[in-house]
């Protein structure tokens, strides 16, 4: 039965997830926009921000750390983090290729992909506590709670409503609302529009496009590094392969909203974060063909509107 | 025109021929830890599934993420039509030819909406083909018995050989035969008038088209033997191991490795994929679990994360993609159209040089 209990809790649940989707999302498109490479290693950047998040969260203390101390250590080291990472693998490993055929480029990012996944498993092999003491270095790593389960809305009510929603929230609205500002207003944001249309042009009007990319690479670091920290005090676990899920599930949100489309990464984040809470609050056995789901409406899109629902970008490149 | 690289790799060719099939013969003469010709077959199957990826992306040039999920349909398909649990048990060379029938259908399914995209988008859709194929294999879990995989499944049966756990020797040959009954198929293909269409593809779908050439279609049937190919492959693999094994075996890592095998050994070149196949198989099957096997004997074990080598796996493939696609994204073994355009802006070589 449907009651309006039901849908308050699947939108804040599916607009929470959503959020934290749409960050990773910012990323992807951002990076899209400007060198058109699906950027495969995007995910897994994420991921290691989540290893030195449970990093530091264990060096704090882990379970017994003060929380507010630990999310604003956190959210001081894992974006700079993420930001470096993220250009590091722009400067040593796509620039290089900028001339050379898209799919060279996106091999060579799945190859990154693939070197950070392994990493991420080595990291998970620290003999910290927090890690398990080192043992079981592949298995998933349980996040420790610094929120807590208490119930904003009393004990009583029946939508749930705790301190992690209100968190991810407060965490991820200013920055798209910053970020929505430096793109349209700033210098460095019109230049990086201006390299998104055209290189070549943006290039003979004086803007140092290398710069410009790489400063789209930290930035979209950055937002995975915030992502980072956000999606793994939110779900509460972590492990190696989650990059890539992660990625997976931003790369069609970007998709979706229509690709190079910074408002229509946000959308299509959201509205994949909405569709997993239906498949796994609401149908039953619901949670396991969410992938399914997610990806069949990634097919019928590229398919029916390649440019997504908001995206209006059509470039055929002879 | 037969330049002097031409002959010389002709020789090379039987040359290498020559030992395949002497193997067996060979490893007998090895130190009992060293021998590796039983892990050779496995070889064979992934080589099989490489060559058929080569007709999707490498004479045709579109990126196929998905190819574990087209063996994946070949293997559930064999396991299905060949597990006692079935009242099928139609036996092994029916099953593989119904592999192939699945697997082509499937290439034609998805090749359906894919045909008018280009480039990275038919990257992603493949991509997000596998994770649905993986999805359902997982679910139907009444079917496909998830993780316990289907098994037994048949295995080869031919009149006075018996094919069994304990003698490689007519599985290898078999599929020897098999392999290179592929290679020559593969070889025609290519040098038909339809392989010369992938090849145009590949190279300017503009131009291609504007040359009066159907391109959905061309990429359609591509799509079809290519995904067929993968689907055999799969079925002489999971025969092989006497399992489906389960679901999650066919996932995005394993489709990129069989991207691998075409990428190291050269997009778009046959005797590239073998090597290719040998390179990425061999050394995940026979390195890796030699150099575990030598570690145990001396009393490393897989307790830290570090010291298993198997754990490397991955970083390993991935500096590999990375280092090929700066360095030599041709491939080892190139072919010699694909050479030519990615290097076509290096400076030119002093003459006599080469």
């Given at each position: 039965m449907i009651t309006w209990e039901i849908i308050v809790q699947l939108l804040i649940t599916g607009l929470a997830n959503g959020l934290i989707i749409a960050l990773i999302a910012l990323g992807y498109t951002m990076v899209y926009g400007i060198v058109?490479?699906?950027?495969?290693?995007h995910g897994d950047v994420m991921m290691l921000g989540c290893f030195l998040a449970l990093t530091v969260v264990g060096a704090l203390g882990?379970?017994?750390?003060?929380p507010w101390l630990a999310i604003a250590v956190m959210l001081l080291l894992v974006p700079p983090f993420c930001a470096v990472l993220n250009w590091l693998i722009d400067r040593q490993v796509y620039r290089p290729l900028?001339?050379?055929?898209?799919l060279t480029v996106l091999v060579s990012a799945i190859g990154v992909s693939f070197v950070c996944v392994n990493l991420g498993m080595f990291w998970g092999g620290l003999p910290m506590e927090v890690f398990?003491?080192?043992?079981?270095?592949a298995s998933a790593k349980s996040f420790p709670?610094?929120?807590?389960?208490?119930?904003l809305l009393g004990d009583d009510a029946v939508v749930q409503l705790t301190y992690k929603e209100v968190m991810v929230a407060v965490i991820t609205v200013p920055l798209m609302i910053v970020l929505t500002w430096f793109v349209s207003r700033t210098r460095l944001g019109t230049a990086m529009r201006a390299v998104a249309q055209n290189p070549t042009a943006a290039q003979l009007m004086g803007i140092d496009t290398n710069r410009v990319v790489g400063v789209t690479f930290l930035i979209g670091g950055a937002l995975a590094g915030v992502a980072a920290v956000t999606a793994a005090m939110y779900t509460g676990s972590i492990s190696f392969q989650m990059g890539y899920r992660n990625g997976l599930d931003a790369f069609t949100a970007a998709v979706l909203g229509g690709i190079g489309n910074l408002p229509g990464a946000v959308l299509g984040g959201l509205l994949i974060g909405l569709v997993r809470a239906v498949m796994e609050g609401?149908?039953?056995?619901?949670g396991q063909w969410s992938n399914t789901v997610v990806f069949g409406v990634l097919i019928l899109v590229l398919v029916?509107?390649?440019?997504?629902?908001?995206?209006?970008?059509v470039r055929e490149k002879v | 025109m037969a330049t002097r690289g031409d002959i010389l790799a002709s020789g090379w060719r039987w040359l290498a021929l020559a030992v395949v099939v002497a193997l067996p013969a060979i490893d007998l003469v090895l130190p009992e830890n060293a021998?590796?010709?039983?892990?050779?077959p496995s070889i064979m199957a992934f080589a099989i599934i490489g060559l058929g990826l080569n007709i999707i992306s490498?004479?045709?040039?579109l990126l196929n993420l998905g190819a574990a999920a087209f063996m994946a349909i070949g293997v559930y398909t064999f396991s299905i039509l060949t597990c006692?649990?079935?009242?099928?048990?139609?036996?092994?060379f029916p099953g593989l030819v119904a592999a192939a029938l699945a697997g082509g259908a499937a290439g034609l399914l998805l090749s359906l909406p894919t045909m008018r995209l280009r480039g990275d988008y038919v990257a992603i859709v493949t991509l997000g083909f596998g994770e649905i194929v993986q999805d359902v294999l997982k679910n139907l879990d009444a079917v496909?018995?998830?993780?316990?995989?289907?098994?037994p499944i048949a295995v080869p049966a031919l009149p006075g050989v018996t094919f069994g756990v304990d003698n490689y020797v007519p599985w290898y040959y078999l599929y020897l035969v098999l392999l290179i009954a592929t290679v020559w198929l593969c070889h025609n293909l290519r040098h038909s008038r339809l392989g010369r269409s992938w090849v145009a593809v590949r190279e300017d779908e503009l131009a291609a088209r504007a040359m009066g050439l159907s391109t959905p279609r061309v990429k359609l049937v591509a799509f079809a033997i290519g995904s067929a190919l993968c689907a055999v492959g799969g079925a002489l693999f999971a025969s092989l191991r006497g399992t489906s094994i389960e679901?999650?075996?066919?996932?995005f890592q394993q489709s990129v490795i069989i991207l691998c095998i075409v990428i190291v050994g050269g997009m778009g070149n046959i005797t590239g994929v073998l090597l290719g196949a040998l390179i990425m198989v061999g050394f995940n099957n026979i390195v890796l679990t030699k150099l575990t096997e030598s570690l145990v004997r001396n009393?490393?074990?897989?307790?830290?994360?570090?010291?298993?080598?198997?754990?490397w796996k991955f970083l390993l493939y991935g500096l590999a993609l990375i280092l090929m696609m700066r360095w030599?994204?041709?491939?080892?073994?190139?072919?010699k159209e694909v050479q030519a355009e990615l290097h076509h802006n290096d400076p030119p070589r002093p003459q006599g040089a080469a």
């Amino acid at each position: 039965m449907i009651t309006w209990e039901i849908i308050v809790q699947l939108l804040i649940t599916g607009l929470a997830n959503g959020l934290i989707i749409a960050l990773i999302a910012l990323g992807y498109t951002m990076v899209y926009g400007i060198v058109e490479l699906i950027n495969f290693a995007h995910g897994d950047v994420m991921m290691l921000g989540c290893f030195l998040a449970l990093t530091v969260v264990g060096a704090l203390g882990g379970e017994a750390a003060t929380p507010w101390l630990a999310i604003a250590v956190m959210l001081l080291l894992v974006p700079p983090f993420c930001a470096v990472l993220n250009w590091l693998i722009d400067r040593q490993v796509y620039r290089p290729l900028r001339a050379a055929p898209k799919l060279t480029v996106l091999v060579s990012a799945i190859g990154v992909s693939f070197v950070c996944v392994n990493l991420g498993m080595f990291w998970g092999g620290l003999p910290m506590e927090v890690f398990g003491g080192g043992t079981q270095a592949a298995s998933a790593k349980s996040f420790p709670e610094l929120l807590g389960y208490h119930n904003l809305l009393g004990d009583d009510a029946v939508v749930q409503l705790t301190y992690k929603e209100v968190m991810v929230a407060v965490i991820t609205v200013p920055l798209m609302i910053v970020l929505t500002w430096f793109v349209s207003r700033t210098r460095l944001g019109t230049a990086m529009r201006a390299v998104a249309q055209n290189p070549t042009a943006a290039q003979l009007m004086g803007i140092d496009t290398n710069r410009v990319v790489g400063v789209t690479f930290l930035i979209g670091g950055a937002l995975a590094g915030v992502a980072a920290v956000t999606a793994a005090m939110y779900t509460g676990s972590i492990s190696f392969q989650m990059g890539y899920r992660n990625g997976l599930d931003a790369f069609t949100a970007a998709v979706l909203g229509g690709i190079g489309n910074l408002p229509g990464a946000v959308l299509g984040g959201l509205l994949i974060g909405l569709v997993r809470a239906v498949m796994e609050g609401w149908v039953s056995n619901g949670g396991q063909w969410s992938n399914t789901v997610v990806f069949g409406v990634l097919i019928l899109v590229l398919v029916f509107r390649p440019t997504g629902i908001l995206g209006a970008r059509v470039r055929e490149k002879v | 025109m037969a330049t002097r690289g031409d002959i010389l790799a002709s020789g090379w060719r039987w040359l290498a021929l020559a030992v395949v099939v002497a193997l067996p013969a060979i490893d007998l003469v090895l130190p009992e830890n060293a021998r590796f010709a039983s892990l050779v077959p496995s070889i064979m199957a992934f080589a099989i599934i490489g060559l058929g990826l080569n007709i999707i992306s490498g004479f045709t040039g579109l990126l196929n993420l998905g190819a574990a999920a087209f063996m994946a349909i070949g293997v559930y398909t064999f396991s299905i039509l060949t597990c006692p649990i079935y009242p099928f048990q139609i036996g092994f060379f029916p099953g593989l030819v119904a592999a192939a029938l699945a697997g082509g259908a499937a290439g034609l399914l998805l090749s359906l909406p894919t045909m008018r995209l280009r480039g990275d988008y038919v990257a992603i859709v493949t991509l997000g083909f596998g994770e649905i194929v993986q999805d359902v294999l997982k679910n139907l879990d009444a079917v496909t018995k998830g993780t316990q995989g289907l098994n037994p499944i048949a295995v080869p049966a031919l009149p006075g050989v018996t094919f069994g756990v304990d003698n490689y020797v007519p599985w290898y040959y078999l599929y020897l035969v098999l392999l290179i009954a592929t290679v020559w198929l593969c070889h025609n293909l290519r040098h038909s008038r339809l392989g010369r269409s992938w090849v145009a593809v590949r190279e300017d779908e503009l131009a291609a088209r504007a040359m009066g050439l159907s391109t959905p279609r061309v990429k359609l049937v591509a799509f079809a033997i290519g995904s067929a190919l993968c689907a055999v492959g799969g079925a002489l693999f999971a025969s092989l191991r006497g399992t489906s094994i389960e679901p999650s075996y066919y996932d995005f890592q394993q489709s990129v490795i069989i991207l691998c095998i075409v990428i190291v050994g050269g997009m778009g070149n046959i005797t590239g994929v073998l090597l290719g196949a040998l390179i990425m198989v061999g050394f995940n099957n026979i390195v890796l679990t030699k150099l575990t096997e030598s570690l145990v004997r001396n009393g490393i074990t897989g307790d830290n994360v570090l010291a298993s080598p198997g754990n490397w796996k991955f970083l390993l493939y991935g500096l590999a993609l990375i280092l090929m696609m700066r360095w030599r994204p041709e491939g080892l073994l190139p072919a010699k159209e694909v050479q030519a355009e990615l290097h076509h802006n290096d400076p030119p070589r002093p003459q006599g040089a080469a």
